[in-house]
C-alpha cells in the first residue's frame, strides 16, 4: 500500500508538470523504478504510459476548450503521430539507442540556450503557415517526434512544444495545448505495444490515472490563468532538469 500510496503521488506531480509543459515522465519514470526497483523495466514504463495517457487527454480536452486549436491541419498530424510512434517503438528493437543516449543533453541544452537568447519567442501567437502547408509541416515535426518517442522518449513534450513555437509560430500556451494532442497519439501507441506484450499493472496504472488526471486539472487551470509566459518559464525549468537528468544517465552513471 505504501508503495502504491508514493506511486500515486509521483503521478499527480508529474500530471501537473505534464499538463503545463510536458515532461511529466521525468518524475513519474524514476518514481517508479524507484518504487518498485526489483520490476522488470518495461513493465514499469507500460505502466507510466498506462496511468499518463490519461492525464494527457484530459489536459487535451481542457486545452481544447479554451485555446483555439486549427483542428483541419492537427487531426492529420496526430495521426502522424501515431504512425511515428509505432516505427519508434519498431526501430528500437533493431537499433542501439547508445549514440542518441549521449547526444541528447547537448540537443536539450542547445534547446534551452536558445529560448532564453530569445526572450520574446513564444509570448505572441503569430502562427507562420496556413492551410495545407500547416497541415504538413505540423505532420512532419508529428511524425518525426513521434518516432523519437517511440524509439527512445525522454523530452518528448518539450520537444514537441519548442518546434510547435519555432517552426509554426505558436506561442507557448498554443504550443503546450498542441502538444498535449500529439502526446495522446504517440502515449496510444506505446500503450497498445505494451499492452499486446503484458508489460503494464493494469491495477496500479488504474489509481496513478486518478492522480494524474487531477494533477492536470490543476496544471491545466494554472496554465490558462497565466497565460504563455507561466507556461515559458516552465518550460525553462523542465528542460534544465531534463539536461541534469539525461546528462547524469549517459556520462556519470
Known sequence: MFELLTAAAA??????????????????VPALFGVYPTSPPATLLGTNKGASVWGTAWATVQYARRVSLNWAALAPAAAFA??????GAWA???????GLRKALPLILLAVLA????????????????????????????????GFYDGFFGPGTGSFFVFL??????????HASAT???????????????????GHIWWHVAAVMAVTNVLGSLLGTHMALRRGAGFVRGMFVVVVGLLILKTGWDAFLR
Do not use: C, W
Open 114 to 145: 536558445y529560448t532564453l537568447a530569445r526572450k520574446d519567442m513564444g509570448r505572441h501567437h503569430a502562427p507562420r503557415f496556413q492551410g495545407m502547408a500547416e497541415t504538413l509541416v505540423a505532420g512532419g515535426i508529428a511524425l518525426v517526434i
Open 11 to 28: 503521478s499527480l506531480l508529474a500530471g501537473f508538470v505534464d499538463a503545463v509543459v510536458g515532461g511529466g515522465g521525468l518524475v513519474l
Open 179 to 197: 502538444a498535449k494532442l500529439m502526446n495522446v497519439a504517440t502515449n496510444a501507441a506505446a500503450l497498445s505495444l505494451f499492452a499486446y506484450t
Open 92 to 98: 528500437v528493437t533493431l537499433v542501439s539507442t547508445d
Open 82 to 87: 501515431l504512425v511515428g510512434g509505432f516505427l
Open 164 to 173: 510547435f513555437v519555432r517552426v509554426l509560430g505558436y506561442d507557448f500556451l
